[in-house]
């Protein structure tokens, strides 16, 4: 079987996971968008997956992500493609990832958001970017700083907070389901901080929750964007250096 065949194949059987958690929770497909995460797989498959039809990708280190981004850009000159950053974020690195992300969904502090508004307006005023940057809230479930996110108390803070930037644009949340709960009973949590949210800022519209073990869960519980990566591409290769 060719690469594209297994893509094709795995897209496929995705695609059925979703449209029956979708009936299950008398959701509409169409409702709930499909992230190819595509970290430490090369460009080539990511144009493969383009061939396909998908159009939205995620990273997770800006150092692979922007000469894959460039590389892709090359590979598919003519195709639509929207990028996310949606692995964790130094504020050093804020400069470089505004220039290839069309959206980071893993701001997770007031000095991650401020840094991003300030390399945003600098790649506007150089000419590198013309639009305001889309960003998602990453939100820590269970509190834990040593993964990273908000905590769900403080999230509605940071929403107002980025709100307040007029080079950001808030778009919604994002969360993974920590191991150690039932995936169920962490994304019912995480509606609840979200509808808080969603109540303040009428753009934040977003929900990222729900990867390749765990997606149907968050479809019960409302996510608007699933994030696959090993479902839709395989075991993940040697990390690149």
Do not use: Y
Not at 66 to 82: I, Q, Y
Not at 139 to 162: I, N, Q
Request: net charge negative; glycine share 8%.
């Amino acid at each position: 079987m060719s690469r594209v065949e297994e893509l094709a194949a795995a897209l496929a059987g995705l695609r059925e996971r979703i449209a029956a958690a979708c009936a299950a929770a008398g959701r509409s497909p169409d409702e709930v968008s499909l992230l190819a995460v595509t970290k430490t797989f090369p460009a080539s498959d990511v144009a493969l997956l383009s061939d396909l039809g998908l159009t939205e990708f995620a990273e997770n280190r800006d150092q692979e992500a922007g000469p894959k981004a460039a590389e892709f850009a090359r590979l598919r000159p003519d195709a639509a493609a929207t990028w996310h950053m949606v692995g964790h974020l130094q504020r050093n690195k804020a400069r470089s990832v505004v220039r290839w992300a069309d959206s980071v969904d893993s701001v997770d502090s007031p000095r991650l958001a401020a840094a991003l508004a300030k390399a945003v307006a600098a790649a506007r005023a150089g000419g590198a970017r013309v639009d305001p940057l889309p960003v998602l809230l990453q939100a820590s479930v269970d509190g834990d700083p040593a993964r990273g996110g908000c905590p769900l108390p403080a999230l509605s803070e940071l929403a107002d907070f980025v709100a307040g930037s007029g080079e950001l644009v808030l778009r919604g949340v994002m969360a993974v389901a920590p191991r150690e709960m039932p995936p169920a009973s962490a994304f019912a949590a995480l509606l609840t901080a979200v509808t808080r949210v969603r109540d303040d800022h009428p753009t934040a519209v977003e929900l990222s929750a729900g990867m390749s073990g765990d997606l149907e869960d968050a479809i019960a519980h409302g996510s608007t964007c699933v994030r696959v990566g090993t479902a839709l591409l395989g075991g993940r290769p040697l990390a690149l250096p």
